[in-house]
């Protein structure tokens, strides 16, 4: 059974940055694409990002282009979403995900979730 354990969520004012860390177990997450979802009060699940398997290829909604990165380290089995010039907007719960559907909120699994809060 995939397990995912997210991490480096905190409150941060506009502006600043994050790095969210998912450690997964359960299964070989170098063979993987790995993702993330957010979920906004009263809105939603909603895509991310997302990265294949191997780290060549990335995917991001449009509303983090420019300001997010995801990468990933096979083997600590660990991904990462660096999250720079933070907006209040970008408040939500992040789920690290395993083998998401690419601009979907779909996925094979998902963990239980940071809190991100940006303050204006």
């Known amino acids: 059974q995939v397990q995912l354990v997210e991490s480096g969520g905190g409150v941060v004012q506009a502006g600043g940055s994050l790095r969210l860390s998912c450690t997964t177990s359960g299964r070989t997450f170098s063979s993987a694409a790995m993702g993330w979802l957010r979920q906004a009060p009263g809105k939603e699940r909603e895509f991310v990002a997302a990265?294949?398997?191997?780290?060549?290829?990335?995917y991001y909604t449009d509303s983090v282009k420019g300001r997010f990165t995801i990468s990933r380290d096979n083997a600590k089995n660990t991904a990462y979403l660096q999250m720079n010039n933070l907006k209040p907007e970008d408040t939500a719960i992040y789920f690290c995900?395993?083998?998401?559907?690419?601009?979907?909120?779909?996925?094979?699994?998902w963990g239980q979730g940071t809190q991100v809060t940006v303050s204006p």
């Open positions: 990265i294949h398997w191997s780290g060549a290829y990335t």
């Open positions: 995900s395993v083998d998401p559907v690419v601009y979907t909120a779909q996925a094979a699994y």
